[in-house]
C-alpha cells in the first residue's frame, strides 16, 4: 500500500496539522508523485486562514471532497495573488481534474472540509487515459466529463471508502494493473522534476520516428503539457526549494545567494523572479509563509 509520510513536526502556534502526504508503493512510483489529503474538520479558523495556496505545477491531479467543499480565487490582475475578498468561483464537477498550471493557484474552504489531491506525472496520465496534458495545462476540468467510465466508477468507490488509509487501497487497486499495462520499458523510478525532463527527454528521442529538435518538442509537450524548457525550470526550482529546507535544518538560516549558485540559477535575482513566478511570493517571504501561514499547508507536507 502507499506509504504516510508524517507531517514535519515544526509548526508555528496557531497552525493546525498540515494534512497528510502518502508516497505510492514502488511499481506506481513513475506514475503517481503522491497524494495529498487534508481536513480541517473540527479546527476553528478565522476565514483568512481558510485560504490555500497552491505553486504553478507540471503535475496533473484528481480531487475528492469527503466533507465540505472548496472554492476557486480569483485574482482581479494576472499578476497578482487573489485574496480573501477575491472573486470565487465553484470547481466544475463532483470530482475535478487539473492540467499542469503555469501559474500559482488559490481556493477557499468556507466549511469545515476533508479533501483528497492525487497527484500525477503527465506522461502516466496520457498512458493511462489517452488524455493530452496539453488540452488541460492551466485548466480545471469536470472528471466526469472526459475520463474513461471505469475512471469514473473507481471515483465513485474512493468516495466510499471509510478512511484514508482504505480509499489510497482503493485507488492503487485500480491503478497498478492498468500502469502495468501501459508503461514504458524503461522508467525512472525518481520523481524529482530535473531528472524526470532529462528522462523524458530521452524517451521523445527513441520513441517514434522524426528527431528533429522541432519534433522532440511537440512530443514532449504532447506527454507533458509543457515545453522541455518550462519542465527544466520546475527541477531548478524544486532543486532550491529541497536546498532552501536542507539549509535551514542546518543552521537555522538561509542564505538565498548559496541557495540559488546550488540550484543552478545565475544570480540571487534570477531566483527571486522565477520563484514569484511559480509561488506568487519572493523567497523569503514564501519561507516565512511555510512556517507562519495556515495558506501554506501545502508546501508545508513536502517539508
Not at 508523485?33 to 480541517?40: D, I, L
Not at 476533508?114 to 469536470?142: I, K, S, W, Y
Not at 500502469?179 to 527527454?201: I, S
Not at 536542507?246 to 540571487?268: I, K, L, N, P
Request: neutral net charge; charged residues 20%; hydrophobic residues 40%.
Amino acid at each position: 500500500m502507499a506509504t504516510l509520510v508524517s507531517p514535519s513536526p515544526r509548526h508555528s502556534r496557531g497552525l493546525i496539522p498540515s494534512g497528510h502526504l502518502w508516497l505510492p508503493r514502488a511499481n506506481l512510483s513513475a506514475c503517481l508523485r503522491g497524494t495529498m489529503v487534508r481536513s480541517t474538520v473540527g479546527h476553528p479558523l478565522r476565514d483568512e486562514q481558510r485560504i490555500n495556496r497552491f505553486p504553478a505545477t507540471p503535475l496533473c491531479s484528481l480531487s475528492w471532497w469527503f466533507e465540505g467543499r472548496s472554492e476557486v480565487l480569483v485574482a482581479d490582475r494576472p499578476d497578482t495573488l487573489p485574496g480573501l475578498h477575491s472573486p470565487r468561483e465553484d470547481y466544475p464537477g463532483r470530482w475535478v481534474l487539473s492540467g499542469p498550471h503555469t501559474r500559482p493557484s488559490t481556493s477557499y474552504c468556507a466549511d469545515p472540509t476533508h479533501a483528497m489531491m492525487v497527484m500525477f506525472m503527465p506522461d502516466a496520465l496520457h498512458l493511462l487515459t489517452g488524455l493530452e496534458p496539453e488540452a488541460l495545462t492551466n485548466r480545471l476540468v469536470d472528471a466526469q466529463t472526459v475520463l474513461p467510465p471505469d475512471w469514473i466508477a473507481m471515483c465513485e468507490a474512493v468516495q466510499h471508502q471509510p478512511d484514508d488509509a482504505a480509499r489510497m487501497d482503493c485507488l492503487e487497486a485500480f491503478l497498478e494493473p492498468r500502469w502495468q499495462a501501459c508503461r514504458p520499458t524503461q522508467m525512472l523510478q525518481t520523481q524529482r522534476y530535473g531528472d524526470w525532463a532529462m528522462h523524458l527527454a530521452q524517451r521523445a528521442a527513441v520513441s517514434a520516428p522524426g528527431r528533429s529538435l522541432r519534433q522532440l518538442e511537440r512530443r514532449i509537450k504532447r506527454w507533458a503539457g509543457l515545453p522541455l524548457r518550462e519542465l527544466r525550470g520546475f527541477g531548478k526550482a524544486e532543486q532550491a526549494f529541497f536546498d532552501t529546507i536542507a539549509a535551514d535544518a542546518r543552521q537555522g538560516t538561509v542564505r538565498w545567494a548559496d541557495v540559488a549558485a546550488g540550484a543552478g540559477y545565475s544570480d540571487q535575482a534570477h531566483l527571486c523572479r522565477v520563484t514569484r513566478r511559480i509561488t506568487g511570493y519572493a523567497p523569503q517571504a514564501l519561507y516565512e509563509g511555510i512556517y507562519g501561514d495556515e495558506a501554506f499547508w501545502a508546501y508545508r507536507l513536502w517539508v
